[in-house]
């Protein structure tokens, strides 16, 4: 356990910094009301999280280690919106359009809401 947490820790790490580094660069050479950066560390790390798990798939091309560490890791520090996209790929592939459907739904809408009620609440103090 100690050595995924590692391999989560390293990879989350770079991840990190990677979106950091990224969002910043999009936002130096082109800034707009639009977050374009965001935008496209988000799509990037589908695009990412898609290679990772799609090498997996394919045998022996990543062990568990540089999966955990590429995906949970990386991508997950990079952008848990990877993630996001990535259970609902399974959950369509799975035939399950009605949770793929909720989940979608439901983690736009509540997650905006708790944001948006979250600053409300604490400029109200």
């Known amino acids: 356990m100690i050595k995924n947490i590692i391999l989560v820790g390293l990879g989350g790490a770079v991840g990190s910094v990677a979106r950091f ?5 999009v936002y130096s050479i082109h800034p ?3 977050p374009f950066g965001t935008f496209l560390v988000n799509i990037t790390g589908c695009l990412l999280i898609g290679i990772f798990y799609g090498l997996s798939e394919r045998g022996n091309i990543l062990t568990p280690d540089w999966r955990l560490l590429l995906t949970t ?4 520090g990079f952008t848990t919106f990877s993630t996001f996209a990535y259970e609902n790929v399974n959950l369509l ?3 399950d359009f009605l949770y ?3 989940y ?3 983690s736009m809408v509540l997650g905006i809401a708790a944001t948006a009620g979250a600053i409300a609440a604490l400029r109200a103090l």
Do not use: D, M, S, V
Not at 73 to 76: A, H, I, N, S
């Open 21 to 25: 580094l990224g969002q910043r660069y």
């Open 32 to 34: 707009h009301p639009f």
């Open 73 to 76: 890791g990386l991508c997950g």
């Open 93 to 95: 592939r799975a035939g």
């Open 100 to 102: 793929a459907g909720l």
């Open 104 to 106: 979608t739904a439901g």
